[in-house]
């Protein structure tokens, strides 16, 4: 079974930069897709960024051109570099993992989580 930690979260200014990991332990070649998704108070879980066993990405429109997702697969680690951080970026974000072939970008598909790691971006 799949597990996953995420770290590098943390409290920065407008305009600072944060990369987040994910580590991933236990068999992980099913996995079609790994994505970062995030939660603030009052709204629900969205997607922020996926990338795909083929290395294709795909990034939230409203992280677009700040946040890039990529993947280390010798060390089973996901990332996440945010650049340009917005107060409207505050959330917990989670890493998750799916293995079913096709959309990376269904949420509801992806089984496995990790217990997220908080970011506070502050005006």
């Known amino acids: 079974q799949v597990q996953l930690v995420e770290s590098g979260g943390g409290s920065v200014q407008t305009g600072g930069s944060l990369r987040l990991s994910c580590v991933a332990s236990?068999?992980?070649?099913?996995?079609?897709?790994m994505g970062w998704f995030r939660q603030a108070p009052g709204k629900g879980r969205e997607g922020v960024a996926t990338?795909?066993?083929?290395?294709?990405?795909s990034v939230a429109d409203s992280a677009e051109g700040r946040f890039t997702i990529s993947k280390d697969n010798a060390k089973n680690t996901l990332y996440l570099q945010m650049n340009s951080l917005e107060p409207e970026d505050t959330g917990m974000y989670y890493c998750a993992t799916k293995r079913g072939a096709g959309d990376c970008n269904r949420q509801n598909e992806y089984e496995i989580w990790g217990q997220g790691t908080q970011v506070t971006v502050s005006s």
């Open positions: 990338i795909a066993s083929d290395d294709s990405t």
């Open positions: 236990g068999y992980t070649d099913s996995s079609n897709c």
